[in-house]
């Protein structure tokens, strides 16, 4: 019998990835997708053949229909993870259009998307779960973030609208808010200096792994485990969200 198959975008690498293992640890067949071939073959060698791999533009629409299309063959789709994004470290009055737009392209209009391939697939075979990966830069401003960070803020904004949209057909959405995690993406735009500047606001003082985000997303997966729980904006983050005066000491 067909295993329950997730797709995850940006699958090849970071959180995706990391996510992608999680899940075929729960025993689902896992459809990545990447625009990034070397990282494709990568996770290849670390998933094998438990996962399909794909390069893919999230924001060509044609495309993802099609591999979401493929995904749902090769079993019951009952997940979809959006985690393809790009980032930027940028002052705001240096912040051109062109930057701008292409962050929004990937992390917005990627997003909706894959969700909506994936609702259309799944509102016909018993609904699932939609796992949107924000960001606490959508959810507090942050120094840099005005591309990113507004794009993440859409991106919570329209996990909550897909949440009510979808509920009668037995589909969940809800969005991860990862903070500062070490992932390529951020090893690419923190320097020192941003690094230092998280670790004073963070009152964990470290940064994340892609596998405690991994944990997060499979258990929105998993309707055993979250079945009560859509529209909802979680952060994992070591505390940066909800924190109001901090100490600087340890």
Same mark, same amino acid.
């Given at each position: 019998?067909?295993?329950?198959?997730?797709?995850?975008?940006?699958?090849?690498?970071?959180?995706?990835?990391?996510?992608a293992? /999680?899940?075929?640890?729960?025993?689902w067949?896992?459809?990545?997708?990447? $625009?990034?071939?070397?990282?494709?073959?990568? /996770?290849?060698?670390?998933?094998?053949?438990? /996962?399909?791999?794909?390069?893919?533009?999230?924001?060509?629409?044609?495309?993802?229909?099609?591999?979401?299309?493929?995904?749902?063959?090769?079993?019951?789709?009952?997940?979809?993870?959006?985690?393809?994004?790009?980032?930027?470290?940028?002052?705001?009055?240096?912040?051109?259009?062109?930057?701008?737009?292409?962050?929004?392209?990937?992390n917005?209009?990627?997003?909706?998307?894959?969700?909506?391939?994936?609702?259309?697939?799944?509102?016909?075979?018993?609904?699932?779960?939609?796992?949107?990966?924000?960001?606490?830069?959508?959810?507090?401003?942050?120094?840099? $973030?005005? /591309?990113?960070?507004?794009s993440?803020a859409?991106?919570?904004?329209?996990?909550?609208?897909?949440?009510?949209?979808?509920?009668?057909?037995?589909?969940?959405?809800?969005?991860?808010?990862?903070?500062?995690?070490e992932?390529p993406?951020?090893?690419?735009?923190?320097?020192?200096?941003?690094?230092?500047?998280? #670790?004073?606001?963070?009152p964990?003082?470290?940064?994340?792994?892609?596998?405690?985000?991994?944990? #997060?997303?499979?258990?929105?997966?998993?309707e055993?485990?979250?079945?009560?729980?859509?529209?909802?904006?979680?952060?994992?983050?070591?505390?940066?969200?909800?924190?109001?005066?901090?100490s600087?000491?340890g």
């Amino acid at each position: 019998m067909p295993k329950d198959c997730v797709a995850i975008t940006g699958g090849a690498s970071g959180i995706g990835l990391a996510s992608a293992a /999680a899940c075929v640890a729960r025993g689902w067949k896992v459809a990545v997708c990447d $625009r990034d071939i070397r990282a494709l073959a990568a /996770a290849e060698t670390r998933l094998g053949d438990r /996962a399909t791999y794909t390069a893919v533009d999230v924001t060509d629409e044609t495309a993802v229909e099609a591999w979401i299309e493929a995904a749902a063959g090769q079993g019951r789709l009952i997940g979809c993870v959006t985690s393809a994004g790009r980032g930027a470290d940028v002052p705001a009055l240096q912040t051109g259009a062109d930057l701008f737009r292409a962050i929004h392209e990937v992390n917005v209009l990627g997003t909706f998307l894959a969700a909506k391939a994936a609702a259309r697939v799944m509102q016909d075979t018993g609904g699932g779960s939609i796992v949107t990966i924000a960001s606490v830069s959508g959810v507090r401003g942050s120094k840099g $973030r005005v /591309a990113y960070g507004s794009s993440k803020a859409a991106v919570i904004n329209m996990t909550q609208v897909l949440a009510v949209d979808l509920a009668h057909k037995g589909i969940r959405v809800n969005a991860v808010c990862p903070g500062p995690v070490e992932t390529p993406m951020v090893a690419e735009i923190h320097d020192q200096a941003t690094r230092d500047h998280w #670790l004073r606001h963070v009152p964990m003082r470290r940064y994340g792994t892609v596998d405690e985000i991994a944990s #997060l997303v499979a258990f929105l997966l998993d309707e055993t485990q979250s079945s009560f729980v859509t529209g909802q904006a979680i952060a994992a983050d070591g505390g940066f969200a909800g924190a109001g005066l901090t100490s600087l000491q340890g």
